[in-house]
């Protein structure tokens, strides 16, 4: 399947999928996207096959007695044909060496023959790399595991629903009534997502392993500062959108005065009021630890009980909660509380994280290159991605009035 068929036919099912949704024909929707998805996956899996034949093609036939395998001058093994080129111990070393000296990675360990994909640009990580580095942003992350994640290719719709199905009490042999779901939609963005680093080691010094443990650390650290900043305060334009960028449904936005230079007790309750029962359960307070400490801790209610707890458990770390409710402390993602503020700023809020979707368009790629200002050297992991509240019936904003 050439570029220009896949592209054709994938156009043609985004419009009738799009057809259907407009039709209010959800389900004839997805099936559509599925058809989408099947197509993707096949293109993909044919460009794969395509570049694999396009490196033997390129090797030169070796000896009889080198039956499997060819050596280098270095000493290095080739395999002459993996169903995963980036997970081989060659194409390890040749990526690391691309990070720690910019030499470019060897033509016939790419996919340079192959029809061009975004996820060719750069150096594509290592596999085995890269699922570590995803495992170490969901072990180290405060907010992405918290949120839910998919992967949907970048420009598909997705059908949401504004309401809650009810069930009734009906009598025998009577049915229910049928109730009608207003239906929205979300679509997802390509947003490149671009994570600088620094790689200080020497490659003369430097194995595999010792320089995997060291990239991995970085990215993952790049990475989790970059996407939760994101999702808590995303503009939306060019990145995806975060929650405080959302507008809470009316009622569930708490004013603070501009002349308040201390929460009360009233505020928190009141915060507390505004979310709707039926969204208690998964619902978190989020706050900096600042605010917390400082406006939180301390408070009581009418009897005298502090309404804000802390939990040790088995391992020592601490668990916060504010009426029962647990407390997540997002670092610097948000302003803390101030007495005097020169915009309207929300410095806390109430939300469940699983109403917030996180789209992975691709996968990681690298790059490398030479800043000709300042002459570093900057390498960047970059990624395709969106996010976006699909239900914001759990969000209760505490906004600062300016002045």
Not at 63 to 78: E, I, N, R, Y
Not at 106 to 131: C, F, H, R, W, Y
Not at 309 to 330: C, H
Not at 358 to 365: A, D, I, Q, V
Request: aromatic fraction near 8%; include cysteine; charged fraction near 25%.
């Amino acid at each position: 399947m050439t570029k220009e068929i896949y592209n054709s036919q994938r156009k043609k099912l985004m419009d009738e999928a799009q057809k259907l949704l407009d039709e209010g024909k959800t389900d004839e929707a997805q099936a559509k996207m599925k058809e989408v998805e099947a197509l993707d996956a096949k293109f993909e899996e044919e460009a794969r096959i395509q570049a694999n034949l396009n490196a033997l093609a390129g090797q030169k036939v070796a000896a009889p007695a080198a039956a499997a395998q060819s050596v280098d001058l270095s000493g290095s093994a080739k395999t002459p044909d993996v169903l995963d080129r980036y997970d081989t111990d060659e194409y390890k070393r040749a990526f690391m060496n691309y990070v720690l000296t910019g030499k470019k990675i060897p033509a016939e360990l790419t996919n340079a023959d192959a029809n061009t994909k975004t996820s060719d640009v750069g150096a594509a990580i290592p596999t085995t790399t890269l699922q570590k580095i995803y495992e170490k942003i969901e072990a180290t992350g405060m907010i992405l595991p918290r949120v839910t994640h998919t992967s949907y290719k970048g420009g598909v719709t997705v059908p949401t629903s504004s309401a809650k199905p009810t069930a009734s009490w009906v009598a025998e042999g009577v049915g229910s009534d049928k109730q009608k779901k207003a239906l929205g939609s979300i679509t997802f963005a390509y947003h490149k997502l671009r994570c600088a680093i620094s790689m200080s080691l020497e490659v003369s010094i430097v194995t595999y392993p010792m320089f995997e443990s060291q990239f991995v650390a970085n990215v993952a650290e790049a990475m989790v500062k970059a996407e939760e900043q994101a999702i808590i305060s995303g503009s939306g334009s060019g990145q995806p959108k975060g929650i405080t960028k959302e507008t809470a449904v009316a009622g569930q936005n708490i004013d603070i005065a501009a002349a308040t230079t201390a929460l009360t007790y009233k505020d928190i309750t009141a915060a507390e009021a505004a979310v709707p029962q039926a969204y208690d359960a998964g619902a978190v307070w989020c706050m900096t630890k600042k605010t917390f400490f400082e406006q939180i801790v301390g408070m009581v209610d009418s009897n005298g009980q502090p309404v804000a707890r802390t939990n040790y458990g088995m391992n020592g770390k601490p668990v916060y909660s504010l009426f029962g409710r647990e407390v997540v402390l997002v670092g610097d993602y948000l302003p803390s509380f101030a007495a005097s503020v020169t915009a309207d700023t929300i410095f806390a809020f109430i939300f469940d994280f699983k109403d917030y979707l996180w789209n992975e368009n691709l996968g990681m790629t690298f790059r490398k290159y030479t800043d000709n200002a300042t002459d570093d050297e900057v390498t960047v992991a970059l990624a395709l991605v969106d996010g976006k509240v699909v239900d914001k019936n759990s969000l209760v904003t505490l906004t600062k009035k300016k002045a």
